[in-house]
């Protein structure tokens, strides 16, 4: 027997859009109700296996119901656009997977599901209707299964006319009565008032049906009941009526509509796929067809002379990509695999073999070609190969265009910037990734890539922004990696020692405070502490017990002594374990530790670093601090200097929203806190205390971040009355700052992303959510975005000067970390005053602001006197 599977499509989309969390794609298209729908429905074809698949619509037009009775569906919430956007896409889909598309004027899905079952039973074809609503269950017989989804759409239960009766106790059929008894809010078919689930299914089993119930009236027990039943006769028919599922609804059905479906295209359903950036659904289709690779040429060398004449062959333009062995640890660092693409031709160079025989000779040859400044290089994430011809003395000249960095700055929201993403995304192409050769296969698109990158940049007004920071950028940070930062180890083991005893004594005094001994890194025996032993007040649950997470223990500080010593374990533990004994592991050979800078990961823009992470070794207690203890320059007489911008972010406000009044404070060189706090405490500056300061800073920085009165009555401990006057006063004396945040939230809306000075654009899709919670983050991220993104292209702007104008004056001094608005640089000391200034100069002058950037500088024998 042939199988049919009928999708409700509005009642699964409707469950996985309110089962899934808000997502979206780059271009802020809304897609849960999507990507939970077709979850759902591979599922279901794993399991059912069948011959065709038809999917019903319900349309706009009013149906015979809403003509019959005005106020069906009443009431009803109307459909969030997040959802309704996303309806013509997954119809759109479903065409490209053969799926056919039921919906008809005048009738909603359900029946046109009635009808197309009942059709489908006639012609001797088994049915799976799957669907979250229950009312389809009076469709259920012999030959059609009801699947209703449950949780969402992640599980199911299977009804046919059996498994009904088992349950339920009554027919199918039989169930249209009970919904006409009990009536349905959703629908707003108003049955019999007073009568319940309970009672309907109690009054069908007995009578049978809604008329033999009401020709019964007089020996149903309840005088209540009967009132009501006896007052609403005419309804309880109607209801019936209402509840009924439509079988007859006049559409040309054919053996082959529930035969079999057409054909998969399978190309198109990978490219929508793609842009709507669904990569766990796209893969569920790899093995059915992928991207036709038999006109792409695949070359493979393996020996010196074959490399040679390859290199010597090469002109204008060359395509590169590589594999990296070991590329977290320097010293290991060596370059296994070098692949060239040109259109339709991939050549792999294995140069790891060849250089293991021919070692200076295969070094030699790679310098002849990366020296040669004639030819320009195209080359896929090329910071780490820099790296690796750095550690050989290789300089790269002629190195143009990097494809992963350009293809971040057009969306910083990826998670991946693989070659095969940007063909997936560029090409529409998804080449087979099992194939030996997929790297040279990759390779091959390089070109095409790069020609729609570079024109996409440009379309987009960030050619300033590649050319003149990101791309030179990479030279510094590879530069960075190489140099490294040199380790006192014998502090690092002091302060192990030290950090055991912290966390020891630490640890005693929260027993003796609970009492008893416990795990303290034990959410659930620290919830039982807390909560039951020490009976202070439960502010969250989670499925496992009391939450004991950082912002309940922050709402619990001034509730027990236990709290903070909690909160100082917590801290004290990780950094041992992170930086402490971490950095232990990730020194290297030659004593120092060589951090990866990630170009390509946040969406603001910032730097990140990993292996270790050096930009967030916490430093809110002393023990934190004084990690940086370990940090030392080079050699003994060197001193490392940290030039710092002075509160970067609010300058680059007042710039941004042109505000004369903070513009004004930072050219007199008034302590913006502190006349911030004199302005909205309405006191002289002198008078200012310093809890009037540190509140005035919050509005600050409150300000820069979106920050709400809520919230900021949280951070300050205050009303949020007392946070909304505080709020408005900055307001009122900044006036151009509020007409900033108001305009960039407005931009954002229409346009869905923000820019920053230099055109760094963020795409903010939350800031069209129809839910307020994800709204309001959308809002605080268009205020912030292009405050903090302006930030991150100052200082890289700042770091590509200073590394020129050091390598420009032939100083040996060096730039050896960035963290957040920091530079830090390990310094000769018969250089120490030149590059003092030097460096101040290029920071100072990274850009033009309508106010000047102002630089700390400090210097000192380890990062924490630097600081």
């Given amino acids: 027997m042939k199988k049919l599977l009928i999708l409700d499509s509005n009642s699964l989309m409707n469950r996985a859009f309110y089962a899934l969390p808000p997502l979206t794609n780059s271009d802020g298209i809304n897609t849960n109700a999507i990507y939970g729908f077709l979850n759902m429905l591979l599922k279901m074809k794993d399991e059912i296996n069948p011959d065709s698949i038809i999917a019903t619509f319900d349309l706009k037009a009013p149906t015979f119901r809403h003509k019959e009775y005005s106020e069906y569906k009443a009431g009803r919430n109307k459909m969030p656009p997040e959802l309704a956007e996303q309806f013509p896409i997954i119809k759109e889909l479903f065409e490209f997977m053969g799926i056919k598309i039921f919906q008809v004027e005048g009738f909603e899905a359900d029946d046109l599901i009635g009808t197309v079952s009942k059709f489908a ?64 809010k959703s629908d707003n078919i108003p049955g019999v008032p007073g009568v319940g689930e309970k009672t309907a299914f109690k009054l069908i089993k007995e009578y049978g049906s809604i008329e033999e119930v009401l020709k019964n009236i007089d020996k149903i027990p309840g005088k209540k009941l009967k009132e009501n039943l006896e007052n609403n006769v005419e309804q309880a028919i109607f209801s019936k009526k209402l509840a009924t599922i439509m079988r007859e609804v006049p559409i040309e059905l054919s053996v082959d509509d529930i035969a079999s479906n057409n054909k998969e295209n399978i190309l198109e359903i990978k490219k929508m796929l793609m842009k709507l950036e669904m990569k766990s659904i796209l893969s569920k289709f790899k093995d059915t067809e992928v991207s036709d690779q038999s006109n792409i040429e695949v070359k493979i060398i393996d020996t010196i002379e074959e490399m040679k004449a390859l290199f010597l062959e090469k002109k204008n333009r060359i395509y590169i990509d590589y594999t990296l062995t070991d590329a977290s640890i320097y010293s290991k660092l060596e370059l296994e695999y070098l692949i060239f693409g040109e259109e339709n031709i991939g050549t792999i160079i ?18 002849n070609l990366m020296e040669d400044e004639s030819i320009n290089k195209v080359i896929h994430d090329g910071k780490n190969f820099v790296t690796f011809l750095n550690k050989n003395n290789i300089e790269i000249k002629g190195f143009d265009f990097d494809t992963a960095i350009a293809a971040y700055l057009i969306d910083s929201s990826k998670s991946k910037y693989e070659i095969l993403e940007l063909v997936n995304y560029y090409i529409g192409e998804n080449p087979n990734e099992e ?185 809110k207690y002393e023990m934190g601090r004084e990690i940086r203890k370990v940090f030392i320059p080079m050699e003994e007489t060197d001193i490392l200097v940290s030039c710092d911008y ?57 300000i820069v971040y979106g920050i709400s009165a809520f919230s900021l009555a949280e951070d300050l401990k205050i009303t949020k009355k007392e946070a909304e006057e505080y709020m408005a006063i900055y307001l009122e004396r900044y006036p151009k700052i ?37 709204k309001a983050l959308g809002d605080r991220l268009a205020m912030n975005a292009p405050i903090q993104g302006s930030a991150a292209d100052i200082i890289k702007l700042a770091m590509v000067n200073v590394y020129n104008k050091l390598n420009e004056k032939n100083l040996k001094s060096e730039l050896i970390l960035q963290v957040h608005d920091e530079l830090i640089l390990n310094v000769k000391k018969d250089e120490f005053e030149e590059v003092k200034k030097l460096v101040a100069h290029e920071m100072e002058n990274a850009i033009r602001l309508k106010v000047a950037l102002d630089v700390d500088v400090n210097f000192g024998d380890t990062w924490y006197d630097a600081k």
């Fill in 350 to 367: 294995h140069f790891k073999e060849i250089s293991s025989k021919n070692n200076e000779e295969a070094l030699k040859a790679l310098r």
């Fill in 646 to 702: 002075s509160q970067i972010e609010l300058r680059v406000l007042a710039h941004i929203a042109g505000d004369e009044n903070m513009i004004d404070a930072f050219e007199h060189h008034s302590d913006i806190h502190t006349k911030t706090a004199s302005e909205v405490f309405k006191v002289p500056v002198e008078e200012v205390t310093s809890l009037m300061r540190s509140r005035a800073k919050a509005v600050n920085f409150g």
């Fill in 121 to 184: 039973e006639n012609n001797d074809t088994e049915v799976f209707i799957v669907t979250g609503d229950k009312d389809a269950l009076q469709l259920a017989s012999d030959k059609t299964k009801v699947v209703i989804t449950k949780k969402g759409v992640s599980e199911t239960a299977v009804y046919d006319k059996k498994n009904f009766m088992d349950e339920f106790e009554i027919t199918p059929d039989q169930f249209i009565d009970v919904k006409g008894l009990m009536g349905d």
């Fill in 738 to 774: 509020k007409e900033y945040l108001e305009n960039v939230v407005k931009e954002a809306e229409e346009k869905g992303y923000v820019l920053t000075i230099l055109n760094r654009r963020r795409f903010i899709p939350e800031i069209k959510s129809s839910n307020k919670i994800v």
């Fill in 435 to 619: 194939d030996n050769n997929i790297k040279g296969i990759l390779c091959s698109y390089l070109p095409e890539i790069y020609e729609k990158l570079k024109e996409n940049l440009h379309k987009e007004n960030m050619d300033k922004l590649y050319y003149e920071v990101e791309h030179p950028l990479i030279y510094v940070l590879s530069f960075m990696e190489s140099i490294g930062f040199n380790i006192n180890k014998g502090m690092l083991d002091e302060l192990q020692v030290k950090f055991r005893k912290e966390i020891d004594e630490t640890q005693k005094e929260i027993y003796k405070l609970a009492d008893e001994e416990f795990n303290i890194s034990s959410p659930k025996q620290l919830g039982k502490i807390l909560f039951e032993k020490l009976d202070l007040p439960v502010f969250k649950k989670t499925k496992t017990g009391y939450s004991t997470n950082q912002e309940v223990l922050e709402k619990l500080v001034n509730k027990h002594e236990i709290i903070p010593k909690v909160m100082y374990y917590r801290q004290i533990t990780k950094i041992n374990s992170t930086y402490v004994e971490g950095l232990k592991n990730v020194i290297d050979q030659d004593g120092r530790i060589h951090s990866n800078f990630n170009q390509t990961v946040t969406t603001t823009g910032r730097l990140s670093s990993t292996e270790p992470n050096l930009q967030n070794i916490p430093i």
